[in-house]
């Protein structure tokens, strides 16, 4: 079974900062997905940002970018100058390339300090 | 559009109830699926179903019931409620084709006493 590991509970950033959060994940797939999705305190999960493993490049939406390393199996999230909505609970998520079966980290508060 | 609707969006149960969580998406997305949400764990997935007549088990389905008679609707159903089922339960839908993320939900709050 896949696992997704988010090491860090809790993160802050000062407003206008940039901000990584980490992901890890264990699979023997070659071929699969990896999303952040962004839950603020209204509770709705909101995607962020997917990746397919198989393209090398890395993803990017406007602010948000990940840096994948696929044979470190790391797929982190920065944030650059970071806003006061950014503040949320960040989710990283595993999907198999024919599987719509999605697999969840624990997620990571991040805080944006005025 | 709607997306996908979730009701209620609160619920108190005594334990030893059941109850029938409602989800319904207007998006014509062939897969959907409920996760519960609890601190520290992120999002475990309960049951998903491929398509109307077709359902499978998640994760942790123990406890809990699902059926696809339409590819609108995708209702949960709790037997015989437990403490430990007091949790945030989302709905969620996507495309058949792989890889596209999910539409989730607002979400379910319930709280078994």
């Known amino acids: 079974a896949q696992t997704v590991t988010q090491s860090q509970p809790e993160m802050s950033v000062q407003e206008a900062e940039t901000v990584t959060l980490s992901c890890t994940y264990d699979?023997?797939?070659?071929?699969?997905?990896l999303f952040w999705y962004k839950q603020p305190p209204s509770r709705q999960m909101i995607l962020v940002i997917r990746q397919e493993a198989y393209k090398q490049q890395n993803a990017t939406e406007n602010r948000f970018s990940v840096n994948f390393q696929k044979a470190a199996k790391s797929f982190s999230l920065k944030i650059s100058d970071s806003q006061l909505g950014d503040t949320a609970m960040y989710f990283c998520?595993?999907?198999?390339?024919?599987?719509?079966?999605?697999?969840f980290g624990a997620g990571t508060r991040l805080t944006v300090k005025p | 559009n709607a997306g996908v609707t979730q009701t209620p969006k609160f619920q108190v149960l005594k334990t030893g109830q059941s109850m029938t969580l409602q989800c319904a998406q207007d998006m014509n997305h062939e897969y959907m699926s409920w996760y519960r949400q609890d601190p520290g764990m992120g999002l475990r997935l309960i049951h998903y179903?491929?398509?109307?007549?077709i359902t499978d088990q998640g994760e942790v389905p123990n406890g809990y019931n699902v059926s696809r008679s339409t590819t609108e609707d995708f209702p949960l159903r709790l037997l015989s409620a437990a403490p430990s089922q007091t949790s945030v339960y989302f709905c969620?839908?996507?495309?058949?084709?792989w890889g596209y993320g999910y539409t989730f939900g607002s979400g379910t709050r319930l709280t078994v006493v």
């Open positions: 179903s491929v398509g109307a007549g």
């Open positions: 699979t023997s797939e070659n071929n699969y997905y």
């Open positions: 969620a839908s996507s495309q058949a084709a």
């Open positions: 998520a595993f999907m198999r390339y024919n599987n719509n079966d999605m697999r």
